[in-house]
């Protein structure tokens, strides 16, 4: 809600909407929706989520749905934007191409990573493409922040981002000038990125795996959790109404529809992700990661239901969604 401020002659005006915000690039599954499988191979009855692949374009269809990805719009002076990612994975081009273009995103400053898994990193080669640029049509270093153990991981897979050697015959044509920015797994340890303070949340990927969340926002508090199968506990007192404070917003993994997770799932259930929001208790929830059980309106009008009960207002994300938001 937008507060009301008092005119000079005492009449309640709109306050100005906030000038930075949260555009969702990407809420599901690794695989992406439409799952191909149900495309290729129909089930009888046909999957109701993806079979509106068929017959809606993505920009009005909820259950299309990218790899996880937020893109956070940050301006702490109502003057200059700085636009921070988080997360480039295997559908990173085709998030740039549909919501850049729609929600008028000129380049990335900055590049958060989670975790090194394909569906987080595979955008990388791509990460040139939104480069700023200076006034010479000179690129600038785009740093990228990330866990030592995503870095040797990336360094791999992408050696040739980490050596940032020139095209061999073309003094002209670059790689990605990356700036590679170790952070740490560790709430007691946050990290500036374009201007905007970063703690890292430990959560499990499966109880052999970490990967990072981030809690974020000066004005407004913020917690981001992709990837996960358990929070732990000095995690949790972080973002938590009872412990370090209480959230104004919440973005949270949900994986699968039914059933709860066993000792070697990797992801967040539906039940999982609710009875979490219940014990961080933030103002709002928003739900992300979704498989093809999710079904968009369906599920949301579940979820009213249960925030009618509950007094947290719950809902499924979206791919285009943006939220304007005091950071």
């Keep these: 809600m937008q507060a009301a ?30 799952d191909v499988r149900c495309l290729i191979q129909p089930s009888k009855p046909p999957c109701a ?3 509106q692949a068929l017959t809606l ?6 259950n299309y749905r990218c790899n996880t990805s937020l893109l956070i719009d940050y301006c702490d002076n109502d003057v200059t934007h700085k636009y921070i990612l988080i997360d480039a994975g295997k559908t990173f081009r085709e998030q740039v191409l549909r919501w850049f273009v729609h929600h008028k995103v000129p380049s990335v400053d900055s590049i958060i990573l989670t975790h090194e898994h394909a569906d987080a990193v595979l955008g990388l080669d791509g990460v040139w ?13 785009l740093p990228i922040f ?28 670059t790689v990605s000038q990356l700036a590679w920015k170790i952070i740490e797994c560790d709430v007691e340890k946050p990290f500036l990125s374009s201007g905007l303070e970063f703690v890292p949340l430990p959560v499990m990927h499966g109880e052999d ?12 508090r913020v917690a981001y959790l992709s990837d996960v199968s358990r929070i732990l506990l000095r995690t949790e ?71 009618g009960r509950e007094g947290i207002p719950v809902q499924l994300a979206h791919d285009g969604l943006r939220i304007f938001i005091d950071l």
Aim: with cysteine; charged share 20%.
């Design 146 to 173: 990330l866990t030592q153990f995503t870095m040797d991981s990336v360094g791999a897979r992408f050696p040739y981002l980490v050596k940032q050697k020139m095209e061999e015959g073309n003094e002209m044509a």
């Design 49 to 51: 989520t993806c079979s």
């Design 237 to 307: 007192h972080a973002i938590s109404k009872s412990g370090a404070g209480q959230l104004d917003l919440l973005i949270l993994e949900t994986n699968r529809l039914h059933g709860v997770g066993h000792a070697r799932s990797c992801h967040l259930t539906l039940t999982e992700s609710l009875d979490a929001i219940k014990r961080i208790c933030p103002k709002k929830a928003l739900l992300i990661g979704m498989n093809h059980e999710f079904e968009h309106q369906r599920e949301n009008h579940i979820l009213a239901e249960w925030s």
């Design 209 to 220: 795996y970490i990967c990072l969340g981030f809690l974020f926002g000066r004005k407004a």
């Design 57 to 62: 374009p993505p920009e009005k269809n909820p």
């Design 5 to 34: 401020a008092m005119a000079p002659d005492g009449d309640a005006v709109e306050a100005a909407a906030p000038a930075s915000s949260l555009i969702f690039l990407g809420t599901g599954c690794s695989g992406a929706l439409p």
């Design 129 to 141: 493409l939104v480069h700023p640029s200076n006034n010479k049509n000179e690129i600038d270093h």
